[in-house]
Nanobody
Framework: QVQLVESGGGLVQAGGSLRLSCAVS????????VAWFRQAPGKEREFLAT????????YYSDSVKGRFAISKDNAKNTVHLQMSSLKPEDTAVYYC??????????WGQGTQVTVSS
């Protein structure tokens, strides 16, 4: 089992920044991929970014490329999502997920991000 716990969500004004964190624990996840998703009310879950735990390769959806950055802290077993130039349409519950490949086996409980205009 792998446990994922997100943190860092909150209320921010449009144009502001937030950094989300995903603490990863449990069985060995060295060959895992960790990803960030979000889901806004009434919308489907949307892929945002992913990073390979054993390396530094990362991938982004076109909707957030250039505004969001995914990174990891191996010492703290944490994956971050730095979000900047936030827009009201970025309002959603943000989830991290992990697994060897999509569909991801493990999911966190989510953290709410609200961007006010």
């Amino acid at each position: 089992q792998v446990q994922l716990v997100e943190s860092g969500g909150g209320l921010v004004q449009a144009g502001g920044s937030l950094r989300l964190s995903c603490a990863v624990s449990g069985r060995s996840f060295m060959n895992y991929v960790v990803a960030w998703f979000r889901q806004a009310p009434g919308k489907e879950r949307e892929f945002l970014a992913t990073i390979i735990w054993s390396g530094d390769r990362s991938y982004y959806s076109d909707s957030v490329k250039g505004r969001f950055a995914i990174s990891k802290d191996n010492a703290k077993n944490t994956v971050h999502l730095q979000m900047s130039s936030l827009k009201p349409e970025d309002t959603a519950v943000y989830y991290c997920a992990a697994g060897t490949s999509p569909p991801y086996e493990y999911w966190g409980q989510g953290t709410q991000v609200t961007v006010s205009s």
